[in-house]
C-alpha cells in the first residue's frame, strides 16, 4: 500500500491507495479540490457537499450522454460492416474484370500473331516465292491442285465485285 | 507426273493470286463510287464469306506447307 497526502478544500488528508495508484489519486482529489474552491462561503461540509452534489450530476449526465450514443455506435457499426462488405464485392467484381481483360488481351496478341503469319505468308505468295520448297508427294500435288480450284473461284468473286 | 502436277498447280494459284491483285489494285485505282454504285457492292454477308473462304484456303496451304516440310 502506499500512503498519499492529499489537500482538499484546505484540510490535508493521510490516505492509503494500492501502490502505483498514487498519480491518480491525487489527480481525482484536484478534481474534487477544484469543485469545493469553487463554492463561495458555507461551512466546509458545505463546500464538500456541494462539490460532491455538483459531481454527482456530471456523473449522471455523462452516463446519459453515453446511453444515447449507444443505439447511433450500433447504426454506425453496421454502417461500416455494410461498407466492408461492399467494398470486398467491388474488389472482386474489380479482380474479375482484369481477369476477364487480360484474357480478351491474350486472345487479340494470339489473333494479331496468326493474322501477320497469314499476311507473310500471303507476300510470299504473291512475290512468286515457292510455295512448297521440299519436294512434293502425291497427295500433296492433288491437294494443290484443289486448292488452286479454290483460288481460282477466289479469284473470279474477286474480280466480279463491282 | 505427280511433281508435274504440283508444279501445274502451283503456277495455277500464281495466276490466279495475280488476277486477284490486279482486280483489287484497279478498285483501288477507280474514283470512290456514288451512293447508288455503293449500294450494289458486295453484301456484307457476301464479303464476310469471301474473307472466310480466303482465311480457309490460307490455312489449307499453310496445312500443306507444314505437311510437305516434314515429308
Excluded at chain 2, 21 to 42: M, Q, S, Y
Aim: with cysteine; proline share 5%.
Amino acid at each position: 500500500m502506499a500512503d498519499v497526502k492529499l489537500t482538499i478544500a484546505g484540510r490535508p488528508y493521510d490516505v492509503h491507495c494500492a501502490d502505483g495508484q498514487e498519480a491518480q489519486l491525487i489527480q481525482l482529489a484536484g478534481i474534487v479540490d477544484a469543485k469545493a474552491r469553487g463554492i463561495q462561503g458555507g461551512t466546509e461540509v458545505r463546500q464538500l457537499l456541494f462539490a460532491a452534489l455538483m459531481l454527482a450530476d456530471e456523473t449522471q449526465e455523462a452516463q446519459s450522454k453515453a446511453g444515447n450514443a449507444e443505439p447511433q455506435l450500433d447504426s454506425l457499426r453496421a454502417a461500416i460492416a455494410l461498407a466492408e462488405s461492399r467494398e470486398s464485392t467491388a474488389r472482386d467484381e474489380l479482380r474479375a474484370a482484369v481477369s476477364r481483360e487480360s484474357a480478351a488481351l491474350d486472345q487479340v496478341k494470339q489473333a494479331a500473331e496468326r493474322e501477320a503469319a497469314l499476311s507473310a505468308e500471303l507476300d510470299k505468295l504473291r512475290q512468286g516465292a515457292p510455295v512448297v520448297p521440299v519436294p512434293v508427294g502425291p497427295d500433296h500435288g492433288r491437294a494443290l491442285g484443289q486448292i488452286a480450284d479454290r483460288i481460282e473461284e477466289l479469284a473470279a468473286k474477286v474480280e466480279q465485285i463491282p | 507426273m505427280e511433281l508435274d502436277e504440283a508444279s501445274l498447280a502451283i503456277g495455277r494459284i500464281e495466276r490466279a493470286l495475280s488476277r486477284m491483285e490486279k482486280a483489287l489494285t484497279d478498285r483501288a485505282a477507280r474514283p470512290a463510287p456514288a451512293p447508288a454504285v455503293t449500294a450494289t457492292a458486295l453484301p456484307p454477308a457476301d464479303q464476310s464469306a469471301l474473307k472466310a473462304e480466303v482465311a480457309a484456303v490460307i490455312g489449307e496451304l499453310d496445312r500443306l506447307i507444314a505437311e510437305a516440310e516434314r515429308g
